[in-house]
């Protein structure tokens, strides 16, 4: 416990969730709940859309069956059987309504750019294949966790994408091997050295040049 009058700070646990088949519903469907849906989707969530309009985009993903729009106002209803519940209307009632009824029901739920009414929040990442980096400053600062996201993508270039699947099947080969459990670790984190990442890019460099480029 901190001492009295040092300032309080929220406690999350973070991790990553597969979303892949969940139903999750979006209430909102302007240029900012299209970017939820965007995301969702992407993650292979089971994505319902509840709004009396939408973007072009999210009606042409309706229309393509990526979504179900319902187009029309939230009802209580649209909360069951869903995992979790992202919020994006510019109404203040609407945003506080859905969220209390989720919290009711025990769905997971996020009001845009509202940290009070946000079960979980989403953080700024760097995404390099299947190496994902996650900032998060808990709701206070998204424009800090975005300055650090760039930095972060600097540090960790575009290579790191098939990196990450080479040393993948490293480690799969290194599983089969029969060696000692000491003997592995000591290789499995050789694998993962700055100067091993080096020597891929030098290697994948060398390959293209011989190659002639494109």
């Known amino acids: 416990m901190g001492s009295k009058g040092e300032q309080s700070f929220m406690r999350l646990f973070p991790m990553f969730t597969k979303l892949e088949g969940r139903n999750c519903l979006v209430v909102g469907a302007g240029v900012v709940g299209e970017g939820k849906i965007g995301s969702l989707v992407e993650a292979g969530a089971a994505v319902t859309v509840v709004a009396p309009e ?31 519940a992202v919020v994006a209307t510019d109404s203040t009632e609407t945003n506080r309504i859905v969220f209390e009824e989720a919290r009711q029901r025990g769905v997971l739920c996020n009001v845009v750019d509202d940290p009070e009414y946000c079960d979980f929040y989403y953080p700024a990442v760097v995404r390099r294949g299947n190496l994902q980096i996650a900032v998060s400053t808990g709701g206070l600062s998204p424009a800090l966790a975005q300055r650090i996201r ?7 270039p575009v290579e790191y994408a098939a990196w990450i699947e080479e040393v993948g099947k490293e480690r799969r080969e290194l599983l089969r091997a029969d060696l ?13 050295t700055q100067q091993a990442f080096a020597n891929f890019v030098r ?10 480029g494109p």
């Open 54 to 84: 939408a973007t072009s985009v999210v009606a042409d993903w309706a229309r393509a069956g990526i979504v179900h729009w319902q187009a029309r106002r939230f009802e209580p209803a649209d909360l069951e059987g869903t995992f979790l």
């Open 150 to 156: 760039r930095e972060l993508e600097q540090l960790f």
């Open 180 to 192: 000692n459990q000491e003997r592995r670790r000591t290789l499995l984190h050789q694998r993962v």
């Open 203 to 212: 290697g994948r460099k060398t390959k293209y040049i011989r190659r002639g």
